[in-house]
C-alpha cells in the first residue's frame, strides 16, 4: 500500500512522519479539525496510535513474560517506528501487519 498521493503537502507528510515516534502528536492531530479532514493525516495518526498502543502491550508481555529481559530488545523495535516515519515523510501510505487491516475494519481510517 506504498502509494504515492500527489495532492499531499509537505505539511501533511511531516505531521504523519511526527505520530509515529511521538503518539502525542498523533492525539494532537486528531485533536484539530483542519489536520483530522486530511485523509493522509489522518490515517498515519490513526494508525500510529494502534501501532503505539499494541507496541506498548506488546513490550510489557515481552517484558513480564521474560522477567524484564525482553524490555532489551524494546529499544531497538523503536527503529521501526522511525522507517514508518520516514516512508510516511516521503508521502507513501505505511502497510503495517494486523494494524492497518484492524483500523480499516474498524472504520477509523
Keep these: 500500500m506504498s502509494e504515492f498521493n500527489s495532492d499531499v503537502t509537505s505539511d ?5 512522519a511526527l505520530g509515529y ?3 502525542l502528536v498523533a ?8 489536520k483530522k479532514a486530511r ?3 489522518k490515517f498515519h495518526a490513526v494508525q500510529s496510535l494502534a501501532a503505539n498502543v499494541a507496541f506498548f502491550i506488546v513490550s510489557v508481555v515481552l ?4 522477567l524484564g ?5 524494546v529499544p531497538l523495535l523503536w527503529f521501526v517506528f ?8 516521503q508521502g507513501e501510505y505505511v502497510e ?14
Design 12 to 16: 501533511d507528510k511531516l505531521w504523519a
Design 21 to 23: 515516534p511521538i503518539a
Design 27 to 34: 492525539i494532537i492531530v486528531l485533536l484539530m479539525d483542519e
Design 39 to 41: 485523509p493522509f493525516i
Design 63 to 66: 517484558s513480564t513474560v521474560t
Design 69 to 73: 529481559f525482553g524490555g532489551i530488545c
Design 82 to 89: 522511525l522507517y514508518w516515519a520516514y516512508k510516511a515523510y
Design 96 to 109: 503495517i501487519p494486523v494494524v492497518t487491516n484492524f483500523i480499516k475494519k474498524q472504520g477509523w481510517a
